[in-house]
Every structure is written in C-alpha cells, then in structure tokens.
T-cell receptor
C-alpha cells in the first residue's frame, strides 16, 4: 500500500540555520504530496503542496520539490526561526478517482533554539 | 471564524462508556474525515465521508461508528470505549480530492 517515510526526529537547530527534513514515499502513479505543520496544542495546518512531478511548493520561506525519480519531497528552509518550532508531517493522496485518504508520515519534531 | 470546530476539547471516559465526538465545518466542503493521532504513529484515518450521504472505513475503523448528519456535520461515536482508544482525535474537511485538508483543533480523549 501507499506509505510515507520521514526522517526520525527530534531535530534541534540554532536560529538562522538551514533546515532539511527528508521525506520519501511509496505509491503508484503520481500522488499529490503535502507538508503539514502542527504547533503545540493545535491541529495540523497545510504548509505547502505539489500535485505533479517537478512542481515546487512554497510557503512562509519553506520549499519542497516533487521528485518522481527519487520518490521524494524534502522540506527545506534557508533560515529557521524560533517560531518554526513544531512537528512537521509529510503526506500524500494517491492518484486516481475516488482517492480520498491522506496518508501521513510519522512526523518530525523541530526545535529551534535562540 | 471559518473552519472546522470540534467538541469537546477534552474528555475522560471509563472503560465501557460511550460518547460521540462532534465535528462541524462552515466552508461548504464536500469531504470530511476523522483521524486519530498517537505518539510515534503519525495520524491514521478512522472513517471518511467523501460527500454528504456516504461514509467509508479508513485504516483503523474498529470500535468506531460515524454519521454524516448533513453537509456540515460529521460525528464519531465510540460505543464501548477501551483504553486502546486513548488518543487525540482530529476532524478534517476538504473541498475535493486534491485540495488540502482543514483540520480542527482536536479532542484529547483518555479512557481509564
């Protein structure tokens, strides 16, 4: 079945450091790919998405590129802030009509220290 | 404020008790979902409703039932709660298959 694998956390970075959170997926065809962020005590918020190969999603300084050849969707940010401390989830929706299930990775906790 | 509203935010149940988690969205979304979040497990889909009048099982449906009451509301019922159902439950909605989901703020349920 479809699955998403994220790098294990927690990840601790100093403010202004470069962030990469790795995400790879297993799915047939061309799934849609997403990154969600969960701040402490809150629900998940959509951070960015990409729906076809080579698309780049971006939001709030975060970027991720849909790489079909490596089945990856790594999240990057050039300079993290303390306010970016949260749990980040990579997710996919399979391609094909009637595919509604958003399948999540297990999440990566990011802590940014001043 | 537009979004997904879940009630209650916290609940403690005794083993064997029943309860219903409520979810409502005011964005005119067609599809609604119930997920549970457990440490180290990510989020797992319990049930979903692709459109008003339809419901389908997700990855972990055992011990749960759902009702899509109308386009706005999608409830999750635990008929006989078990400690294994201790979790944080999230309701979500979406406009379509490839749109992002909007999540509620969650219900933290403890079964003792």
């Amino acid at each position: 079945g479809d699955s998403v694998t994220q790098m294990e956390g927690p990840v601790t970075l100093s403010e202004e450091a470069f962030l990469t959170i790795n995400c790879t997926y297993t799915a047939t065809g061309y799934p849609s790919l997403f990154w969600y962020v969960q701040y402490p005590g809150e629900g998940l918020q959509l951070l960015l998405k990409a729906t076809k190969a080579d698309d780049k999603g971006s939001n709030k300084g975060f970027e991720a590129t849909y790489r079909k050849e490596t089945t990856s969707f790594h999240l990057e940010k050039g300079s993290v802030q303390v306010s970016d401390s949260a749990v980040y989830f990579c997710a996919l929706i399979p391609s094909g009509a009637g595919s509604y299930q958003l399948t999540f990775g297990k999440g990566t906790k990011l802590s940014v220290i001043p | 404020n537009a979004g997904v509203t879940q009630t209650p935010k916290f609940q403690v149940l005794k083993t064997g008790q029943s309860m219903t988690l409520q979810c409502a969205q005011d964005m005119n979304h067609n599809s609604m979902y119930w997920y549970r979040q457990d440490p180290g497990m990510g989020l797992r889909l319990i049930y979903y409703s692709a459109s008003e009048g339809t419901t389908d099982k997700g990855e972990v449906p055992n011990g749960y039932n759902v009702s899509r009451l109308n386009k706005r509301e999608f409830s999750l019922r635990l008929e006989s709660a078990a400690p294994s159902q201790t979790s944080v439950y999230f309701c979500a909605s979406s406009l379509g298959q490839y749109k992002g989901y909007t999540f509620g703020s969650g219900t933290r349920l403890t079964v003792v």
